[in-house]
């Protein structure tokens, strides 16, 4: 049990290290495969990036699989990522005439396209956790500019009918998809409606939040107006202090005992003072006179 202990505690310190340098190499990542899905044609200088920042995050992901206490929760954990890990060593069979066919190359296209957003998105939790509108909106614009490159490239309107012509193209698609507008386009391949799907379902849930947060926000400004018919902060506050006030003035009359759990204080802010002392004493009720 210690040294399980001691494996957790130093698995939390090497992420918290680094954690940021992994988030400047996975939105390297992602600006290296957006390149390479809109430019399908063999650069050097970005496979050799690649190959770099690939062998990187194989390096981190042995690091810590090494220091898991519990190995099998690990890998249920982070099975996307050893998947996508995975990927790019399947460009070495490339000369078989099997992973050179269209459908294959798509196939594979699209784990890279859901393994790059699953490591951005977990660098944008770890970087932007305690920012929730922040990490959303960082997640919603890795989806937009990963997922138009994917359309673009699963759905060329050179193979198919009706499909998009410029990355511009793409990034309007994507983005009606995600606003759940959508358009007269549907995908038309396989790889390319999985991408849609999981799009739209990221879409839902993120108009679900915006949509939870701008309420939270109009209400909250309603609630500021004096005369406004939503209950706010100050007149909570308001209500606290006449209660505080009108179980100091029991307490006072002897009709209450004063708690014995400590000294009470205001609830509002800017006016919290001790009501009373722990150890006074509460005066007990004056007996009626006998006739």
Request: proline share 5%.
């Amino acid at each position: 049990m210690a040294s399980n202990h001691r494996r957790w505690k130093t698995l939390c310190q090497l992420e918290a290290w680094l954690d940021p340098l992994m988030l400047w190499l996975s939105i390297a990542w992602l600006v290296v495969v957006v390149v390479q899905l809109l430019d399908p044609h063999s650069n050097p200088v970005l496979e050799a990036i690649a190959t770099v920042l690939w062998i990187v995050f194989i390096v981190d992901f042995v690091v810590r699989f090494s220091l898991a206490p519990g190995k099998r929760t690990f890998l249920k954990r982070n099975w996307l990522v050893l998947i996508a890990l995975l990927v790019p060593a399947l460009r070495i069979f490339r000369i078989f005439a099997v992973f050179r066919a269209a459908g294959a190359l798509r196939g594979i296209q699209l784990v890279r396209i859901v393994g790059t957003a699953n490591r951005g998105m977990n660098a944008l939790r770890h970087s932007l956790a305690r920012r929730q509108f922040g990490y959303v909106g960082g997640m919603t614009l890795l989806v937009v500019t990963l997922g138009a490159a994917g359309m673009l490239y699963l759905e060329p309107a050179k193979e198919v009918g009706g499909g998009f012509k410029s990355y511009a193209d793409a990034l309007w698609w994507t983005v009606m998809l995600l606003t759940t507008i959508g358009s007269q386009y549907w995908p038309q391949t396989s790889e390319g409606r999985i991408l849609a799907v999981l799009m739209s379902i990221y879409g839902l849930a993120v108009f679900g939040y915006i949509t939870a947060v701008l309420a939270s926000f109009f209400i909250g400004r309603d609630a500021e107006e004096p005369e406004a018919p939503i209950v706010g902060v100050d007149d909570i506050g308001e209500l606290r202090d006449e209660i505080a006030a009108l179980r100091a003035a029991l307490e006072a009359k002897g009709a209450i005992s004063a708690p014995r759990n400590g000294p009470r204080r205001n609830a509002s802010a800017g006016t919290s003072q001790v009501r009373r002392d722990r150890d006074r004493p509460s005066v007990p009720p004056k007996a009626a006179p006998s006739s």
